[in-house]
Nanobody, 128 residues
């Protein structure tokens, strides 16, 4: 059983930055893919959507809405997954959760939450 725990959320002004963390981020046969999803309630994100994903070999992929602003990375020595979020906008308001699974393939798969079996509780990001 893998229990993921996120941290780093908070409130920032538009244009600001936040860095989210998620532990543990160990690469196993069932957790080689890790991703960030976000879920909103209408003020910003509507519903749940995939944000970014990273494979065990370091390959990354992003949603068009965050491409160039967000960076997903992983520190294997610290077993930590990160999401660096720059140039935040009000439309980024959501609860951000990390997820782990064995996905592979295109962004169509990584953005689908059904491919991920392990989740954290999430951390709220607010942009004003």
């Amino acid at each position: 059983h893998v229990q993921l725990v996120e941290s780093g959320g908070g409130s920032v002004q538009a244009g600001g930055s936040l860095r989210l963390s998620c532990v543990p981020a160990r690469v196993t046969s069932s957790t080689r893919s890790m991703a960030w999803f976000r879920q909103g309630s209408g003020e910003g994100v509507v519903g749940r959507e995939g944000v970014a994903a990273i494979e065990g070999d370091g390959t990354t992929t992003y949603a068009d809405s965050v491409q160039g602003r967000f960076t997903i990375s992983k520190d294997n020595a610290k077993n930590t997954l990160y999401l660096q979020m720059n140039s935040l906008k009000p439309e980024d308001i959501a609860k951000y959760s990390c997820a782990a699974g064995a996905v592979g393939g295109s962004w169509c798969r990584y953005r689908d939450h059904r491919f991920f079996g392990y989740w954290g509780q999430g951390t709220q990001v607010t942009v004003s």
